[in-house]
């Protein structure tokens, strides 16, 4: 059976459970530079301090998927936060469920960001790798350096249902 | 006296002596979640392990300033790095000088970025404040967190010249 996934807009209040959405807005903002950079300041819960984790900063550059989408697995990393922030204004979705160990895809949340908002996963959330819908959708991601292996994988495959994200 | 600096557009290996561009590139990458992603990964080198500071993740939204402009300061963190990716596309301008206790404006290096080439400053290195040249030119910037004060600037008032920018 065919199951739709209707995905919402991106907001802070929404994705709250997941992590932080970085955006401009009114609060926490501050004029510096004699008056012409508005700092919107510390958007982002950056979390690599597990194992003596330190952050890096890569550039992705994602291709669409074909269409329909179909959620089929689900990832994590729990010794790091991951930050995606568009650099081209081109939108994206985000599809997420809440950290705890064994998911299922009824627990699945999808989003759809703006090409102005960036989005950071808490330590373990779980989520699917970058859904855009453009291509050469291009992305500064700040995740955590490690030698270590930090990537748990869940797949949907043995489910009877085929998971369909409306957007 | 006016003093001309020219601006010279930036590279990775100009800039090494101040720190990093942040650029796509055939080095240093390879392809991820399953073919649709292309990773260049570990751009920066991201520096807050003084005193125990943490990254923190800000938007800036920057406004040009007259022109000429008339380089009359720098700025510098001595307990941190600094990097800056812009998110809508747009080209800037960055001054710096090498990370030693007394610079002149002779010191000074001006070069142009697009908008698709972010800067890192590493620890001490000294720059401009953000010189955009488009209304409402946002970045990304990833700083150092921490109660402590870690500014400090050198004015060029007192020089008996006037450097300007030609760009």
Do not use: C
Request: proline residues 6%; hydrophobic residues 40%.
């Amino acid at each position: 059976m065919k199951i739709i996934i209707n995905a919402k807009p991106l907001s802070k209040k929404l994705f709250a459970p997941y992590g932080d959405v970085i955006e401009t807005n009114e609060t926490n903002s501050f004029i510096i530079n004699r008056g012409t950079t508005k700092r919107f300041h510390d958007l982002a819960e950056i979390d690599f301090a597990q194992n003596d984790g330190k952050p890096i900063i890569n550039l992705f550059r994602s291709q669409p998927r074909k269409l329909p989408i179909v959620i089929t697995m689900m990832e994590r990393h729990l010794l790091g936060s991951q930050l995606f922030f568009p650099i081209g204004g081109l939108p994206y979705l985000v599809v997420v469920a809440e950290a705890k160990n064994l998911i299922t895809p009824e627990d699945l949340n999808v989003f759809t960001a703006t090409g102005i908002q960036g989005v950071n996963y808490h330590r373990g959330v779980w989520h699917h790798p970058l859904l855009v819908l453009q291509p050469n959708t291009d992305f500064l991601v700040i995740d955590r350096g490690s030698a270590q292996n930090d990537l748990e994988e869940v797949s949907f495959l043995s489910n009877k249902n085929h998971w369909v994200i409306n957007f």
